[in-house]
């Protein structure tokens, strides 16, 4: 850096606080990304599956009642309308699941999902049993299909639900401390990088300032030692001037003699002429 002009150094020194700048912004936006794909996960997953699957868990359970309550009525109309509602049910919740599978982006989540439609499909093969065996008017062989088939495929099925909402949850609240953890690092990260930043710029200051002191007093230095010299030369050509101006006046003093002596010796010449 002693060879290095001044602008040169300020340069230097600019580019380096620049560098950490860009290092501290590079981190900001990798830790804002990683953010944003918790958040992502969180909107796009997690909070559409809980919804979906509770309201899936909502229409299985409706199902359920709906079928008990039919096998227990002998009115033809009710057992017809409570018929209807159940395959409505069965309906929306198969639109439901194709709502959910689109909202699947973890492997777990694809697994248990696929376990739910394994087991939903006996469940509902045996609803389907129970309420035609009921609107035939067989309601004791109806009861007996329930409680043989359709309650265990229920409890099964309930099952496989109940993991989807568990893995829901699990998922959000790992989401969310994903974010509380990256906002975490991401303050610190900027806390320390500001004060790197703010340290550097000092000690980077002081060092241009310490440095371009000491190249100023240099060249001030330099600059006094030469108009020392160009003092001293200045000196003795007013000297020499002063002992050439006092060789010029002895010469002419000479020069005043030697005209006063040839004056003479013409005047003698004339006179011996």
Request: charged content about 20%.
């Amino acid at each position: 850096m002693k060879s290095m002009t001044i602008g040169k150094r300020i340069a230097a020194n600019s580019a380096a606080l620049l560098a950490i700048l860009l290092a501290l912004g590079l981190f900001t936006i990798m830790q804002l990304k990683n953010i944003d794909g918790f958040a992502e996960t969180i909107v796009v997953d997690c909070l559409p599956g809980i919804s979906l699957i509770g309201e899936i868990d909502q229409r299985v359970a409706e199902n359920c009642i709906l079928t008990l309550r039919l096998v227990q009525t002998d009115d033809a109309a009710v057992k017809k309308q409570f018929f209807e509602s159940i395959q409505s049910n069965v309906d929306k919740i198969t639109g439901l699941m194709g709502r959910y599978e689109k909202t699947i982006t973890v492997d777990e989540d694809r697994q248990l999902f696929a376990k739910l439609g394994k087991v939903r499909a006996p469940y509902v093969e045996a609803c389907k049993g129970v309420a035609a065996l009921s609107i035939e008017g067989k309601n004791a062989e109806a009861q007996a299909l329930m409680k043989s088939t359709l309650n265990p495929a229920y409890e099964t099925l309930m099952g496989a639900v109940a993991a989807l909402i568990a893995f829901n949850v699990k998922n959000g609240e790992t989401a969310g401390a994903g974010i509380t953890q990256a906002s975490a690092f991401a303050r610190r990260g900027v806390w320390s990088g500001l004060g790197i930043a703010l340290a550097a710029g000092i000690a980077i200051a002081a060092l241009v300032t310490l440095s371009t002191t000491k190249l100023l007093r240099s060249v001030g230095a330099t600059l006094g030692d030469g108009a020392g010299q160009i003092a001293a030369a200045a000196g003795q050509v007013s000297s020499s001037s002063q002992t050439l101006a006092e060789g010029a006046s002895e010469q002419a003093a000479s020069l005043e003699e030697t005209s006063a002596s040839l004056e003479e010796l013409s005047s003698m010449t004339k006179r011996n002429a």
